[in-house]
Each structure stands twice: as C-alpha cells, then as structure tokens.
C-alpha cells in the first residue's frame, strides 16, 4: 500500500515538472495562487476594455503663433477632457487649440479620456518647449559709411531658445557663419549700401528680415558755377556753385581777390574791365575732401551805359555779394 501510494505521488510529481517544462518553452508564465489555482483577471482586462490614448501634435509651440494638438484615443465613443498646464479648454473636444501669449521654458498638454459605454478612463500629458521670436528685429551701426573703409554693423533679435543670423549687401548672396555681426567696405562708386539681415530660430526655422539703406560719402564733384558768360557795366547778375556731394557740401565763393562764405553771389561791374574771375570750393563736411572750379566772365560796355554814365573816372570794381545756403567752416 505504501510503495504504491508513493509511486503515484512521483508519477504526480513527475506530470507536473513536465507540464510546467512545456509552458516554459512556450514563452507562458503560469500563475498560481497559493492554493495551485490561478487568480481571477480585472474585468477592463479580461474583456479587452481597457483604454489607450496619445496626444497628437507638435513637440513645440512658438509665442504668438495659433497651435493645436489632437487626444486620440482607440474607444469607439468616449469624452474628451482637454488641459493646458492645469486650464481646462471647454468645448473643443478632442481637439485643444491655443496661442501662447507669453515665454515659459515649457507647457503640459493633459487629456483624460472617459469610455461612455463602460466609464473606464485613461490620461496622457505631452510636454510642449516653448519658443519665441524672432522679433524686434534690428540692424545697429552708422548711418553714413566712408569708402574703403571697412565699417561693422550688428543685428539683434529676440530669440527663445536662440537665433541665428545671415547676411546679405545689395545683391550679393546670403552669407552665414558670422553670427549677427559683419564688416562692410564700400567702393568709390558706391553712393548707397543696402544692408540685410535675416534672424532664424534655430529650432523652428522662423525668420525675420530687417534692412537698413546705408549712405556711402561721395564728391564733391562736378562742381561749377552757374550764371552769364557775358556780363554788363551797371547791371547785376546771379552766379550760384553746385556740386554732387553726399552729405552736403559747404562753399566758398570768390571773385578776383574778394572771398566769401556761401555758393551764391550778386555781382555788379561799375568799371570797364576785360573779364572778372570767379572761383568756388567745395568740401564735403563729412571727408573734408575738397574741389575747386574756376568761371571766367567777360565783360561789356553797351550804348546805354555810356550815355547814362559818360565819365567813372574813379569808379573801381563793384562786387555785390549776397550769400544763401551759407555754411560756417
């Protein structure tokens, strides 16, 4: 009785190590409660009820910019509850629109699904960075450049995390690598630089353009004086001094030995001569670079003169001066 009793109890034993050797290679892992038998399973479990959702959309959001982000969830009906960093949307569903009015480093994007069939729920967050910019985008340096000399100007922006910068003058390409400072030498030929600079957040690709039209010093040049060739005893005459100069030009005008300040002159002749000479310098005020022309006028003596004026016997050369646009050297 007892040998028999014992070889079943190791044929029992035996059955077992073979059923638990099988399970194994299968890849199962039986479960056993205390008392051999298996623990019962949660109802969402046994019934395949359990409920599964992820937020969908953007891993960044950018000031100022409408966003949105979508809660999927796999319940054939369900309720959306939808939240920004703790404030609750209302009425958008699945759906949370928003714009971000101010930078923080980060968001927290909460859905919570509810199954209006079984009442089962389930919630998801998704941390959103923030960015910001570019904006207020500007170009700093001098508003007048000199030429051949190299001149340097900056760019700010404002950038959450970051920006970075590219250049442009006039028509040449987009140059980066310089960060937000470059160096710009203008040629003689140049009477203006056009000066762009582009700010891209590094993370979003969003940029901003700013441009600066830039003035390249230049004359003074073809400087002459404007008036009469040929000029009369007793009458009085205009004779004005121009010239291409950026930024302006401040004169000097003379007749004969007779020096004024200023780029016009009215001049009388009471006194028979040949011809009068008139001279006019220009500067430049910015370079100080000077050019000088020179005006030579004949002069006349017509019938009604010598009618009106028969004898000038110590009359000597007359000059009128009456100066505009004077400048103080």
Known sequence: MNKTFISKQYGG???????????????????????????????DEENGEKIKCSIVGPDYVTVGVPSSVECDADCPKCTFSMSLD????????????????????????TCTVTSDDTGLTATTTKQLQVLAGPANVSI???????????????????????????????????????????????????????VICKASNNVSGLFVVATRFIAVMSGPSKVQINGPDVIEIAETYKFVCTSECLPSCRYVSSVNSQTVRGNVIEMTVDHPLKSVTLKCEAQNTASKKTATTIKTVQITRSDRNLSTRPEEASAVLLLAFIISAAFTL
């Open 140 to 194: 700093t340096g001098t508003d007048l450049m000199q030429p051949s000399v190299s001149h340097t100007y900056s760019c700010h922006a404002y950038c959450r995390p970051s920006c970075t910068y590219a250049w442009r003058t006039d028509k040449d390409p987009w140059m980066s690598g310089q960060g937000n400072v470059i160096s710009i030498t203008p040629q003689e030929m140049d009477n203006s630089k056009t």
């Open 86 to 109: 703790g404030q609750k949307a209302q009425g958008q569903g699945s759906v949370l629109a928003f714009t971000v009015d101010s930078w923080a480093k980060a968001l927290t994007v």
């Open 13 to 43: 034993r035996s059955n077992l190590r073979r059923l638990l050797l099988l399970l194994f290679l299968a890849g199962l892992q039986p479960v056993l409660s205390t008392d051999g038998e298996k623990p019962e399973l949660y109802e």
